[in-house]
């Protein structure tokens, strides 16, 4: 059974800065899509950023410039660096992923993370 595991949410002040990070346990052959989610109290679940394997990484218009995805194949991790911070990105943040679990199965299954308060706040 696959579950992302999620790190790094927290309290930050606006203007500063915080890093999320997420990384798969269990039986994983390929991953062709790794990003981020947030949904605000209220709102539909939007997306953030992600990143195919090939490196090409989509940002929502109200990040672009100040958040940052980033991929470590080799460690099946994603993280999220997130700058200048507003109360606007207070929300859960949830990690998504695109796994394939058997070299005998072409098919990848999507997952999400349980999800990390991020709260922006003076």
């Known amino acids: 059974q696959v579950q992302l595991v999620e790190s790094g949410g927290g309290l930050v002040q606006p203007g500063g800065s915080l890093n999320l990070s997420c990384a798969p346990s269990?039986?994983?052959?390929?991953?062709?899509?790794m990003g981020w989610y947030r949904q605000a109290a209220g709102k539909q679940r939007e997306l953030v950023a992600s990143?195919?394997?090939?490196?090409?990484?989509n940002y929502a218009d109200s990040v672009k410039g100040r958040f940052t995805i980033v991929r470590d194949n080799a460690k099946n991790t994603v993280y999220l660096q997130m700058n200048s911070v507003t109360p606007e990105d207070t929300a859960v943040y949830y990690c998504?992923?695109?796994?394939?679990?058997?070299?005998?199965?072409?098919?990848?299954?999507?997952?999400w993370g349980q999800g990390t308060q991020v709260t922006v706040s003076s």
């Open positions: 990143m195919i394997t090939g490196g090409y990484a």
């Open positions: 269990g039986r994983i052959f390929s991953i062709n899509i």
């Open positions: 998504n992923a695109g796994i394939r679990t058997s070299s005998s199965s072409a098919n990848y299954n999507t997952y």
